[in-house]
């Protein structure tokens, strides 16, 4: 039988969830420290997304995240899409913008979506929807899932920014 948690550790585990999307995008920040725009859109591994690519994949998919979130606390257990980034127009335009601009763009949406974060009650964080692929999908899901899927690219941008110089500490 599963052990039955107190209602505010459910609340701790979402404050860990936040502190994780602070952590990584700090984590973000330090792998493209003190690279100029040509090293940051420079693609270190053949047909692969540069460093930019990578920072405008991730605002983009939270900003897709965020809409998805706003749509279960508004709606009744709404109907979500699957994102799929192929042809993702507001995704090219992100990355049409200057490096920079982009990280800068990043980091101020990523601290404004963990300052809502932080304003959902314990039950608002579980308010459904309805996702194809996945049964069980609520705000804590897909915040979870968010984190494993930035973690992800964030190992992609260590790798990537190696051939590039050291990294600050």
């Known amino acids: 039988m599963p052990e039955q948690h107190a209602h505010s550790d459910k609340h701790e585990a979402h404050r860990r969830l936040i502190a994780r999307l602070r952590q990584q995008a700090e984590d973000v920040r330090r792998i493209t420290a003190g690279l100029d725009e ?3 859109a420079k693609r270190t591994v053949p047909d692969k997304w540069s460093l930019k690519d990578l ?3 991730l ?3 939270q900003q897709v995240f965020d809409g998805r979130i706003q749509a279960v606390l508004a709606q009744e257990n709404p109907a979500i899409a ?3 980034p192929d042809g993702d127009t507001e995704f090219e335009k992100m990355v049409a913008r200057p490096a920079k601009d982009s990280l ?8 404004h979506f963990a300052a809502r974060l932080e304003k959902l009650s314990p039950a608002e964080w579980h ?5 194809p692929e ?3 999908f609520d705000v804590h ?3 979870e899932y968010m984190g494993y899927h930035e973690a992800h690219h964030i190992y992609q941008m260590f790798q990537r920014r190696m051939p590039l110089g050291k990294m600050p500490h």
């Not at 308010?127 to 996702?131: E, F």
């Open 82 to 84: 699957r994102y799929d």
């Open 38 to 40: 040509a090293a940051l």
């Open 127 to 131: 308010r459904p929807g309805r996702h």
């Open 55 to 57: 920072v405008c994949h």
């Open 141 to 143: 899901f897909q915040v």
């Open 134 to 136: 996945f049964p069980h």
């Open 104 to 111: 800068a763009a990043f980091l101020q949406s990523r601290e």
């Open 59 to 61: 605002e983009r998919v």
